[in-house]
């Protein structure tokens, strides 16, 4: 169980994370989604006991993580470019990992080694981008982590690596109760990973919700009204994201209960009535409209 | 055993209780049959096991399953109709289908004689596509 309140984390002037309030519970996969720069990553490091926060608490399993040799020893972190030593090979690397995680377990090193169908001795730095990723993932996963922080790391993967990595993830989650944290703006890759997700702008987190919670809780109405004011009327009967005007159809976004929503609309007679469900990527892109966030419309 | 749509806009834990129900509702899971574990369900479909459990929750929630500690779940016996929200929705489906149906120029008596029809195939117990 991770556990933050209030974290706050400053570089210079600039507040990076700033009061950040969140709870990952055990065996779940969290996704923590957000804009470019929106302290995603600066999270994820202090959750590694890399930064130290400013002020507020970080507790993972009740203990503060900085500095704590016994929690860093069940607690992998994935950066979003692997780091290796130089020169050095997979077969090197496992034997660093092995000296430093007191969790490494050989027999699952060998046992992944059939997925990942590397060759250990050949060295890392000749290899691509998305192998390096595999190497990552293998070694991270024979360290038999408790806690799994994870930043873009289906960046670069080929689909039947993607799937695969993502099955290993789902046996950790269901066989050891790993919490797995992953940060991404691939949203596609969250939705069907992740159990949790959190939109982070800002260094301030605006959404934090179970992703099927999230899903049912905002919908796409299209709509065409009997008269233009009834289009009006409804701005005081609903929570509405966004409203679009497409001719005599009128696009709403709308927050909450679907047949609540649904009945208010129905109210009108209108001509036309189509509720949808949302994808996470028009989820993500209208709660960042409402933060303040949005696409532009750009002519050049 | 399912195919979910990783597409759809549907939540995938409702996807996966609806597959389910119809599976029930329609005999091809048993009753008492057991089914398939959270992990190897999670295995299979590449789904996250926290919504398969969600979904088997929910399930027995509604009544068409129901767990055993540390055995598993299984079909619950009293599952025999379609349940009062499915047909809400069947209901709300085929109203819609007969409005395109009409728009499309289809008249009231070509659609009396199509309801004749399925219902006299679906009595003699023919196959429907």
Not at chain 1, 145 to 168: A, C, F, T
Not at chain 2, 8 to 34: C, F, T, W
Not at chain 2, 89 to 108: F, N, P, T
Request: hydrophobic share 40%.
């Amino acid at each position: 169980m991770i556990e933050l309140n209030q974290v706050i984390k400053a570089f210079e002037q600039e507040k990076a994370v700033d009061g950040v309030t969140m709870q990952v519970h055990k065996g779940s996969i969290y996704g923590l989604l957000g804009s470019n720069g929106a302290g995603k990553t600066s999270l994820l490091k202090i959750l590694a006991g890399i930064y130290r926060q400013d002020s507020g608490t970080v507790r993972i399993d009740g203990q503060e993580i900085y500095e704590n040799m016994d929690l860093k020893g069940r607690t992998i972190f994935m950066a979003d470019a692997p780091y290796f030593f130089p020169q050095s090979s997979i077969h090197q690397m496992a034997a660093f990992y092995r000296s430093v995680y007191p969790r490494w377990n050989e027999e699952r090193f060998v046992q992944l080694g059939s997925v990942f169908k590397l060759d250990v001795k050949r060295k890392l730095h000749r290899m691509s981008k998305g192998m390096r990723r595999q190497a990552a993932v293998w070694l991270g996963l024979s360290c038999m982590p408790e806690v799994l922080l994870m930043d873009e790391p289906i960046d670069g993967l080929d689909p039947v690596m993607r799937q695969q990595i993502k099955n290993l993830l789902f046996q950790e989650a269901a066989e050891r109760q790993v919490t797995i944290l992953i940060s991404s703006h691939n949203l596609r890759e969250i939705e069907d990973l992740c159990d949790h997700v959190a939109i982070m702008h800002k260094g301030r987190i605006i959404v934090e919700k179970d992703l099927d919670d999230l899903k049912a809780d905002t919908h796409k109405i299209q709509v065409a009204f009997r008269h233009p004011d009834h289009a009006k009327a409804m701005d005081e009967q609903v929570n509405i994201l966004h409203e679009e005007q497409r001719g005599s159809v009128s696009l709403f976004i709308v927050k909450g209960n679907r047949e609540v929503v649904t009945e208010r609309f129905r109210a009108f007679d209108p001509y036309l009535l189509d509720v949808l469900p949302l994808t996470l990527e028009e989820i993500f892109i209208y709660e960042m409209e409402d933060a303040g966030y949005d696409i532009q419309p750009i002519v050049l | 055993m399912f195919e979910l749509d990783v597409r759809s806009r549907k939540a995938i834990y409702e996807q996966l209780v609806d597959k389910i129900k119809e599976m029930i509702v329609y005999g091809v899971l048993q009753p008492d049959e057991q089914l398939p574990s959270v992990r190897t369900l999670s295995g299979q479909l590449t789904v996250n096991p926290n919504t398969i459990q969600k979904a088997y929750r929910e399930l027995e929630r509604e009544g068409y399953i129901y767990s055993l500690q540390g055995k598993g779940s299984f079909v619950s016996s009293s599952v025999e109709h379609p349940n009062a929200a499915m047909r809400d929705e069947i209901r709300a489906a085929l109203v819609k289908l007969i409005a395109e149906a009409s728009y499309s120029g289809l008249s009231k008596a070509d659609m009396t004689l199509l309801f004749e029809e399925a219902m006299a195939r679906i009595e003699k117990g023919e196959p429907h596509d």
